[in-house]
């Protein structure tokens, strides 16, 4: 019996860490004199790898200017999680579901624009770390939506990719998904728009963590 692996995105899909993200971005543009960047435009390049993120929302800003801030990101970033203020918690019903999944023998994935560190720090804080085989992050590949983080998670869990499902909640996640050849699954929480997701190859969007377990098994 071959291995079914689900891989998640990690902000917007499994946890909410929306208010940190926007909090931390406007601490990087202040620090390098840029204006801060309106939050809606920050919703919209979250799952992005930080550099891919701060290029798109600064665009003309120097590639100095660009670097500068996200090291400025990932130190707000750090400092929230040592002074206890940041808060990532998961979804409603995510829990039981990976939980739910990994009972019934499902490998499980993350691949996200995170940092290696911020990831572990995430599942770590809500208890889930032990039960994700695979970890990928933006510190080890290209930003989706290359596929490099799918196929590595698949070459990790010897996975085919006719037993694989990417679930996320922006179009990188979608086109990440159709590049490696594996079924993609939406989850309407996140920062994307449920008919955007469709139309980058979404088989579904799921409205709840309960449609999206049936989704994944019936994948």
Not at 29 to 49: E, Y
Not at 100 to 112: I, M, P
Not at 173 to 186: F, L, R
Request: net charge negative; aromatic share 6%; with cysteine.
């Amino acid at each position: 019996m071959s291995i079914r692996l689900a891989i998640f995105d990690c902000d917007g899909t499994l946890s909410d860490g929306q208010a940190a993200v926007c909090r931390s971005m406007e601490t990087a543009f202040a620090a390098v004199d840029l204006p801060a960047p309106n939050p809606g435009a920050v919703r919209r390049i979250v799952g992005l790898s930080l550099p891919n993120a701060i290029r798109q929302l600064a665009p003309d800003a120097r590639e100095a200017q660009h670097m500068e801030a996200v090291a400025a990101y990932k130190q707000a970033f750090f400092a929230m999680r040592q002074d206890g203020s940041l808060r990532e918690p998961l979804y409603p019903g995510m829990e039981e579901l990976v939980r739910n999944l990994h009972a019934r023998g499902w490998a499980l994935g993350v691949a996200t624009g995170k940092s290696d560190r911020g990831l572990k720090a995430t599942l770590m804080a809500n208890g889930l770390l032990d039960i994700f085989t695979t970890l990928q992050t933006a510190d080890r590949h290209p930003s989706k939506p290359h596929p490099s983080m799918l196929l590595t998670a698949m070459e990790d869990t010897f996975a085919p990719p006719a037993q694989t499902v990417m679930v996320g909640d922006t179009v990188f996640d979608m086109e990440a998904a159709k590049a490696a050849n594996v079924d993609a699954i939406g989850v309407g929480w996140g920062y994307h728009e449920a008919d955007e997701l469709l139309a980058a190859g979404a088989r579904a969007v799921a409205q709840t963590a309960a449609e999206l377990e049936e989704l994944i098994d019936g994948a």
